[in-house]
T-cell receptor, first 116, second 110 residues
Framework: EPEVTQTPSHQVTQMGQEVILRCVPISNHLYFYWYRQILGQKVEFLVSFYNNEISEKSEIFDDQFSVERPDGSNFTLKIRSTKLEDSAMYFC??????????????FGEGSWLTVV | KQEVTQIPAALSVPEGENLVLNCSFTDSAIYNLQWFRQDPGKGLTSLLLIQSSQREQTSGRLNASLDKSSGRSTLYIAASQPGDSATYLCAVNNFNKFYFGSGTKLNVKP
């Protein structure tokens, strides 16, 4: 079964550093997402991406964050000047079409980011 | 803002028992609702998707119902097995993003 793959699975970074989390969505999918889950909290939406641009972002997704599809397969989340509170599991996801039409969303296994 | 609540937060049952997990949401203007399974340290696996016009969906031993007007959904697991032990998340779809509940952590004892 096709799957969303994420790298790295775990990254430890110093506060103030920049990190890039990488994702390879399912090949025929057109919509891409980042969600995050702070330990012990709910999974929360960060951003959705379609046709090489952000289609929606949450209030969490401020100027510290950016997303990019640098080539035909990768989808990245960049976090600048990391803070302790950025420590979380970051999930990449993709869907073939928009979710409101009942398309299934597929999640990767997550990248666990620890900021020290 | 949509708020999703799941009850109970944790549940421990003996193998073979039938069980019900509950989900409620505050804004009934949803497109669909999905139930996910999350194993420790792993990603989210979609179990069942119910469109807003549907009342229920079934997959094997799982049955999910949706009462959109009252803002409730239930996930029924029949004949539970130790392999069902995981956290079950309810998520409601608002156009193109999901709002998640906190999950129900299920432990099925052999």
């Amino acid at each position: 079964e096709p799957e969303v793959t994420q790298t790295p699975s775990h990254q430890v970074t110093q506060m103030g550093q920049e990190v890039i989390l990488r994702c390879v969505p399912i090949s025929n999918h057109l919509y891409f997402y980042w969600y995050r889950q702070i330990l012990g909290q709910k999974v929360e939406f960060l951003v959705s991406f379609y046709n090489n641009e952000i289609s929606e972002k949450s209030e969490i997704f401020d100027d510290q964050f950016s997303v990019e599809r640098p080539d035909g397969s990768n989808f990245t989340l960049k976090i600048r000047s990391t803070k302790l509170e950025d420590s979380a599991m970051y999930f990449c996801a993709s869907s073939e079409e928009r979710l409101f039409s009942g398309n299934t969303i597929y999640f990767g296994e997550g990248s666990w980011l620890t900021v020290v | 803002k949509q708020e999703v609540t799941q009850i109970p937060a944790a549940l421990s049952v003996p193998e073979g028992e039938n069980l019900v997990l509950n989900c409620s949401f505050t804004d009934s203007a949803i497109y669909n609702l999905q139930w996910f399974r999350q194993d420790p340290g792993k990603g989210l696996t979609s179990l069942l998707l119910i469109q807003s016009s549907q009342r229920e969906q079934t997959s094997g031993r799982l049955n999910a119902s949706l009462d959109k007007s009252s803002g409730r959904s239930t996930l029924y697991i029949a004949a539970s097995q130790p392999g069902d032990s995981a956290t079950y998340l309810c998520a409601v779809n608002n156009f193109n993003k999901f709002y998640f509940g906190s999950g129900t952590k299920l432990n099925v004892k052999p």
